[in-house]
């Protein structure tokens, strides 16, 4: 049975200020323990499951981790499709040049050589020289600004989950308070506060390109 969202269970908009539990907060996270701990009548936690509160603060988590994750791939859609097509334009650049290198003799081929050589092999290897230099330039360029709005959706959602955990924290105290001393005791896994499970974008060490790809794979 599903019950009203408190205003203390919203998120927050994102500062650099360090995290805290406000007192209007707290009096209803510790009213809503109260009320919790009551509903629970007895019942084991493992056949409870976690409190209601401490499963809307995940659900509440998890959909504004998913919605910064949504921000980040409209926000860099057209670097990260100038990344792609630079990427497949760069293969074909690196196969030309070194075909037309592999087409000159062996001691025509070092970099002195192709640098002042005349006839159309040298300048074609030396336009393809700069058009591969522009790529990287502007790939190394692109890459950068994505992963830094990356780093910036992944601060985001990171902090409202440390919101959050503050939130379970305060809201747990309470809870553990208001149960009877003999379902506290014999009870050990209700000792310690749950933890709020972080998406999988948020723990994973792949980068920004690696996470657009793997996201891009998903919506196809």
Not at 120 to 141: D, Q
Not at 176 to 185: Q, V, W
Request: glycine share 6%; net charge positive; aromatic share 6%.
């Amino acid at each position: 049975m599903g019950f009203a969202q408190s205003r203390c269970l919203r998120s927050h908009v994102m500062t650099t200020q360090p995290l805290r539990v406000g007192p209007l907060a707290r009096r209803r996270l510790e009213q809503r323990a109260r009320q919790d701990a009551a509903a629970l009548r007895g019942d084991r936690a493992a056949d409870a499951g976690p409190p209601p509160t401490v499963a809307a603060l995940q659900a509440r988590a998890n959909a504004y981790a998913r919605r910064e994750e949504q921000r980040f791939h409209r926000r860099v859609r057209r670097e990260l499709t100038e990344h792609r097509l630079l990427s497949a334009d760069l293969r074909t650049d690196l196969d030309a040049f070194d075909e037309r290198l592999d087409a000159l003799p062996p001691a025509e081929r070092d970099h002195g050589r192709i640098a002042v050589g005349e006839g159309p092999a040298y300048v074609e290897l030396r336009r393809l020289e700069r058009r591969i230099a522009r790529g990287h330039r502007r790939a190394e360029e692109l890459a950068a600004r994505i992963h830094a709005r990356f780093t910036v959706a992944r601060l985001r959602a990171a902090r409202h989950f440390d919101r959050s955990d503050e939130k379970i924290a305060v809201y747990w105290g309470a809870y553990r308070g208001a149960l009877p001393r003999d379902t506290a005791a014999r009870e050990p896994e209700r000792e310690r506060a749950p933890e709020l499970r972080r998406s999988d974008w948020l723990t994973t060490r792949s980068d920004a390109l690696e996470h657009w790809q793997g996201g891009t794979d998903g919506q196809a």
